[in-house]
């Protein structure tokens, strides 16, 4: 809750799933620049569900978010892994990194490039 705190007082728009089922339908039906996810989300070990996404939408990367300074089977997968507890700026730095570098590799482009 915290996370979806910060990024939408930093200006994101911030969907939330509580379930891979829910994460993937959202994937499927909504535009989405990135996905954050946890390892552990209901219904999906975190591999899985970054397979799912990337099959549902390869072009959107996925920031995986573990508890454990020890990277869990899988986490090659995602485009960036965060460890929980980061602190807000630093969560913040790395999130526009990574929308940054999606943007500018014209990956969608019917973008305004100003939206996030």
Request: hydrophobic residues 45%; negative net charge.
């Amino acid at each position: 809750m915290a996370r979806r705190l910060v990024l939408s007082i930093a200006g994101y728009d911030v969907l939330t799933a509580c379930s891979g089922d829910a994460a993937l339908e959202m994937l499927g039906s909504h535009p989405v620049e990135l996905v954050i996810t946890d390892h552990f989300l209901p219904g999906f070990p975190g591999a899985e569900i970054m397979v799912a996404m990337k099959q549902t939408k390869p072009e959107v990367p996925v920031v995986l978010l573990t508890s454990t300074p020890v990277l869990p089977p899988g986490a090659e997968l995602a485009d960036m892994v965060l460890i929980k507890g980061i602190p807000p700026p630093e969560f913040l730095a790395a999130i526009a990194k990574l929308v940054e570098q999606q943007g500018s590799a014209g990956i969608d482009p019917q973008s305004d490039g100003g939206s996030r």
